[in-house]
């Protein structure tokens, strides 16, 4: 019983402090994990982060569901995603609270209209890294002709799965299952990486 | 020369009425959907998939809940939706439960939280569950892995069409100041890696103090 509460306490706290989206979470898991309470060894912990990086769902998440699993079974992992989304629930409903109330006088307006441009532009960032990665599977820009050579069938995934949500209005879900479909068959023919 | 800059305003203006009738329309078209068990249903059986589906992290889950609810379903405006995740975005946590806690809320209060909620926390819990009790398996397997190389493209795909689209959409505002922002707030993550926090904070300040004109939102 003891355990599950300081599971729930820990990731609340990395829940907080975590600043930044996922990738910002594994340091302060790391940090009380593995080499506060040594529920983990590190090699443990990397394949904490591989595995949340291969499956679906948020990478914070996926890691504390991934270590409540391995410390203390099903009721650690709802624990510890619990403790890590409940300063997200409590936050955030404040949050959208102060928005419906003051979103349109003018300073909070200012900074929304301000925030605006950023998001764009960090879809845009978002966008580009995973072109590299899909198309190229490298995690910069390509640089060299080997490696921009190197190019990936990948690419002909997203071209179909843009156009066809784009133009023909298929469902985003149905896009992904599809090009799911679409790296199962290049990765049996061999031409996916 | 006053009297041509009128005339111009004038048809700004005439513009920017039409723009803001036509916001107005799609706002009563998001409120007026109807809060029933259908709606809360539909609402946990789009996020939970969402969540399912969504490999690689906190962005492309945007394009997703964008597809979703503001193309399929209409229940939010695009600019509500972009505004709820600069503030999700600018809040400690993860994005993605962030951005469905927000805008959970924003669609029908403190229920359709806690329903998006646990939408999107029960994909994962119930995978990594699973992965943890057999990762020899997983790691190993070559058509997991080709799967999910497929659907990082898609993710990619999707995520790419949103850029466009939103970018499009600013530069036909011709507004100089947003594009600007987007320009150099690209560059300074893309080229310098300046960090995401950090930006987002500077450009809030910009925000407060010249872009409070109305024209902006």
């Known amino acids: 019983m003891m355990i599950l509460w300081q599971l729930f306490w820990e990731f609340c706290k990395v829940g907080v402090f975590c600043v930044g989206g996922g990738y910002a979470s594994m340091p302060l898991i790391q940090d009380s994990v593995v080499d506060t309470f040594h529920w983990l060894s590190m090699s443990e912990f990397i394949d904490v982060f591989t595995i949340s990086q291969m499956t679906p769902g948020p990478i914070g998440i996926n890691a504390a569901t991934f270590v409540g699993t391995k410390v203390a079974g099903l009721a650690g992992a709802i624990c510890a995603t619990a403790g890590f989304v409940t300063p997200s629930f409590i936050l955030g409903i404040i949050l959208a609270k102060l928005f419906f109330k003051y979103g349109d006088i003018g300073p909070v307006r200012g900074i929304l209209n301000g925030l605006r441009p950023a998001v764009v532009a960090l879809i845009c960032v978002a966008s580009f890294s995973f072109i590299w990665l899909s198309v190229w599977n490298i995690e910069t820009m390509p640089r060299t002709w080997a490696e921009l050579s190197n190019i990936s069938w990948g690419g002909l995934i997203i071209l179909v799965g843009a156009v066809a949500a784009s133009r023909m209005n298929v469902g985003v879900i149905k896009v992904l299952i599809g090009s799911g479909v679409g790296g199962l068959i290049f990765g049996y023919l061999g031409i996916l990486y | ?217």
Request: proline fraction near 2%; include cysteine.
């Open chain 2, 1 to 217: 020369m006053s009297s041509q800059e009128s005339k111009i305003s004038k048809e700004e203006q005439e513009e920017r009425r039409k723009e803001l009738e036509a916001e107005m329309e799609r706002q009563l078209k998001a409120q007026s959907a109807k809060r029933d068990w259908l709606f809360y249903w539909t609402l946990f059986k789009s996020t939970f998939l969402i969540s399912a589906f969504t490999v690689g992290g906190g962005f492309v889950i945007i394009p997703l809940l964008k597809g979703k609810f503001v193309d399929e379903y209409h229940w939010l405006t695009e600019k509500d939706t972009i505004n709820l995740v600069a503030i999700a975005q600018s809040m400690p946590g993860v994005v993605a439960v962030n951005s469905a806690v927000i805008l959970g809320y924003r669609m029908a209060g403190i229920l359709g939280t806690l329903v998006a909620l646990v939408a999107t926390v029960l994909p994962p819990l119930i995978i990594i569950t699973i992965v943890a009790y057999c990762y020899e398996f997983f790691v190993r397997s070559e058509v997991v892995k080709t799967i999910l190389k497929g659907m990082q493209c898609g993710a990619t795909a999707l995520i790419v069409n949103v850029g466009i689209d939103l970018v499009l959409k600013q530069a036909k505002k011709k507004l100089i100041l947003p594009i600007l922002i987007i320009i150099a707030t690209f560059i300074a993550n893309a080229v310098w890696d300046f960090n995401i926090m950090a930006l987002v904070l500077i450009d809030g300040f910009i925000g407060l103090f010249l872009l409070r004109d109305k024209k902006y939102s």
